[in-house]
């Protein structure tokens, strides 16, 4: 499966780069030319992850990214935050904002496709750690569970019981069948 990128640049020539070299190596890519629209792209069409610049009208990339966070539908969504802004505070910044990945323009193609494919492969392996139901989010791997984003306190058994009833969502269980597994 091709990973959808979301390009976010107010630089028509820098937008242009990136689709150019990110469609050349094989992603599928979709162009927003500020933050507002960023929002509205990766509601409508659900990308895999976004490559975003910081200073764009409208919102500033730092102020999207700080709300993709917010979201539960996005909160996981890779970002790789692109800036003219290479200052180590900066780069800070951007990711206490919630950027996975930081990189200073001018940069060369070949370092962003690899922060690129190596955000897909992170991102494939935590997908498979953490299934959400409606409010309740379930971390398999750290074995923790967060209710409308805060932290449940549950013992091991407890844990292992949701999961259970998490996994089987929607059919019967029989008391004798959750004290077996």
């Known amino acids: 499966m091709t990973a959808k990128i979301l390009l976010v640049d107010d630089e028509p020539a820098q937008l242009e780069l990136l689709r150019y070299n990110l469609e050349k190596a094989g992603f599928e890519t979709i162009q927003a030319e500020n933050g507002r629209d960023a ?46 802004r290479g200052e180590e505070g900066d780069r800070s910044l951007g990711l206490d904002s919630g950027a996975d990945d930081y990189v200073a323009k001018p940069f060369h193609t070949e370092e962003v496709l690899a922060r690129l494919r190596a955000l897909i492969r992170r991102a ?34 407890e844990f292992r019981l949701l999961s259970y009833m998490i996994h089987h969502k929607g059919e019967m269980v029989s008391r004798t069948e959750l004290t077996e597994h």
């Open 39 to 84: 929002i509205l792209l990766t509601e409508e069409h659900e990308p895999d992850m976004v490559v975003l610049d910081w200073m764009m009208p409208e919102a500033s990339g730092i102020d999207v990214c700080r709300e993709l966070r917010a979201r539960a539908e996005t909160r996981l969504l890779p970002i790789l935050m692109v800036s003219a």
């Open 124 to 157: 494939a392996g935590h997908a498979s750690a953490e299934i959400v139901v409606g409010d309740v989010c379930l971390d398999t791997k750290q074995s923790r569970v967060t209710f409308k984003d805060q932290p449940v306190k549950l013992t091991s058994h």
